[in-house]
């Protein structure tokens, strides 16, 4: 379980597939490239920053995971939450909180959690992914258009208030190269698929910026230059108050990446006809965010944009992220330094393309023909990742998921008496059916459908409070209740109190192995008593006979006839 891919995929590799993967890997270093610098920027980072992390954080990814062909990295749905504890922490604070949820990571793993994952609701996920899109393109507005901002708000609002405001100083030149970068990244795969188009565009504008000596904001203007190195670790300083502080942006962190990586490796799991390992993924995420930041990195996570150009490009094996990772150091030591170069609109026109890729429009409006509780979560996880926080999207998101399946699964529990009442003709073809059996005077049945949790105790509470006059015996039938939890537990028990109070002998039938268990755990089957817990509902009436004085009377003939034909 917890063996990285790249040792089991070993022995079958042959020269063929080598050759395909070095290949591969070298094309997505390239596509890399832009995208490292770009996230580590909106961020609010240095762009070495990206790169570093990048290199260590892509080659530990493919070196210790769980996939054949994931690609680490930073990526876009980081960004936010980043850029947040960056302004508020520092870059300090930013270390700290990646190698908190790097543990985080590592812990899940080892705790073979991955498969939890897949149980974050949709609507949860395409929420947070749609609105982080949203903020993405906000935050890039400024250098597309040049802008003359001093600094621009943090809030939603606010920004859009003071874009309106500014708009007046957009620079002619800036916009230009913003529209010509968001051009040829558009239409360039018309042309050729395997060269990426953001590194056309990359080339194409810094060269026009600096051929024509154009007014527009660089990587050097904004940042100077930066390190084509890879740096020293460093060690964090800590504080408990810091890391107090940063539990639940590290928590957000750890689960943005496990979602994305996962998700990640479903969808190259699809494309290549293989299964990843979860557990071992996520513990190779955790790794890596533990050791990235130790270089200055920042958080990462499998890209799936990158990975399904692995895959595309003919990648099969972890060979292809790690020759990913190389090409990329390789870049870095050789060229980073001409990336100081890079003109600011670029960047924000690749940012914009993976904002739209991002936002993934058809699916958010195909889940708006969802039903209204879908819906709900959809919206309300959306609007407070763009107007809010992030982990107040996600808190939420989930809380209000957990709550509509809870009430959905309540409405699938029901409770009510069943003695005489229930006599149409699907009911007595059922050679189950209680209108195939003669119920005593005295006797009341009353029967749960459905799950017994604390969702559908208020239900079972209500029903016992039908019939006025409390009968001499109630007959409990639970042949339809697969699960118990401990609110129903609790109804039971004052069922059962209320039963002796007044003098009605309370009886279970058909009783399931889990709730039989959880009585006996919770002290309720000696409270009721051992032979008043029953399989069947026959053993449940004659039971009742027996408390009345009545003769026993067994199943129906009818009933046994048709068990005697079985057997035979």
Not at 201 to 206: C, D, E, F, G, N
Request: with cysteine.
């Amino acid at each position: 379980m917890f063996k990285p891919k790249l040792f089991t995929v070993l022995p079958e590799l042959n020269k063929d597939q080598l050759v395909r993967d070095i290949i591969s890997g070298i094309l997505v270093g390239i596509v890399a490239l832009p995208l490292a610098i770009a996230f580590a920027i909106a961020s609010g980072v240095s762009p070495d920053k990206g790169l570093v992390s990048a290199v260590i954080g892509g080659f530990l990814i493919s070196f210790l995971g769980g996939s054949r062909v994931q690609i680490g990295g930073p990526t876009g749905a980081f960004i936010v939450i980043l850029y947040g504890i960056v302004q508020q922490y520092g870059v300090n604070g930013l270390m700290i909180a990646t190698i908190m949820a790097g543990v985080i990571l590592v812990v899940m793993g080892f705790s073979q959690l991955g498969s939890l994952i897949k149980f974050i609701p949709y609507p949860v996920i395409v929420g947070f992914t749609s609105g982080i899109a949203v903020i993405i393109f906000s935050s890039e507005v400024k250098d597309f258009l040049g802008l003359s901002m001093a600094k621009v708000p943090a809030d939603f609002i606010d920004k859009w208030a003071a874009y309106i405001k500014a708009f007046p100083t957009t620079s002619p030149e800036t916009l230009i190269i913003g529209v010509v970068a968001l051009l040829i990244i558009i239409f360039w795969p018309k042309v050729s698929r395997k060269i990426p188009g953001p590194l056309i565009a990359l080339i194409v504008t810094t060269l026009a910026v600096q051929m024509l000596h154009l007014p527009v904001d660089t990587i050097e203007s904004r940042f100077g230059d930066i390190s084509a190195s890879i740096p020293s670790p460093t060690f964090p300083s800590l504080d408990m108050a810091t890391i107090r502080h940063l539990i639940m942006p590290a928590t957000t962190i750890a689960m943005l990446g496990a979602i994305e990586a996962l998700l990640s490796a479903v969808v190259a799991d699809g494309m290549i006809g293989a299964r990843h390992k979860s557990n071992m993924e996520l513990v190779a995420q955790g790794v890596a965010n533990i050791v990235s930041p130790l270089f200055g990195g920042i958080p990462v996570t499998g890209a799936i944009a990158r990975t399904a150009t692995n895959v595309k490009n003919g990648g099969r094996t972890p060979i292809a992220g790690i020759v990913h990772a190389i090409t990329l150091l390789a870049i870095m030591l050789v060229f980073g330094s001409w990336a100081r170069l890079i003109p600011m609109p670029t960047l924000a026109a690749i940012l914009i393309v993976v904002a739209w890729n991002m936002s993934e429009h058809h699916v958010f409006r195909q889940l708006l023909k969802s039903p209204k509780s879908d819906v709900a979560v959809l919206l309300t996880t959306f609007g407070l990742t763009v107007i809010f926080d992030l982990t107040i999207a996600i808190e939420v998101g989930m809380m209000l998921s957990v709550i509509l399946f809870m009430q959905r699964m309540a409405s699938l529990s029901n409770v009510g008496i069943v003695t005489g009442e229930l006599k149409d003709e699907e009911d007595s073809s059922d050679p189950n059916a209680i209108v195939t059996r003669s119920i005593p005077a005295g006797v009341d049945v009353f029967e749960v459908s459905g799950p017994f949790f604390f969702g559908a105790a208020s239900k079972f509470k209500d029903a016992m409070h039908v019939v006025g006059k409390a009968p001499e015996i109630r007959i409990i039938r639970m042949r339809k209740v697969m699960s118990i939890d401990a609110t129903g537990l609790n109804m039971l028990k004052e069922l059962a109190a209320d039963c002796q109070k007044t003098g009605t002998k309370l009886i279970l039938s058909g009783v399931h192995a889990q709730p039989i268990f959880a009585m006996q755990q919770y002290g309720l089957a000696e409270m009721i008593g051992e032979e008043n817990i029953h399989g069947n509902i026959d053993d449940a009436l004659d039971r009742a006979r027996q408390i009345l004085g009545l003769p026993k009377q067994g199943r129906p003939d009818d009933f046994v006839a048709s068990v005697k034909r079985e057997k035979k």
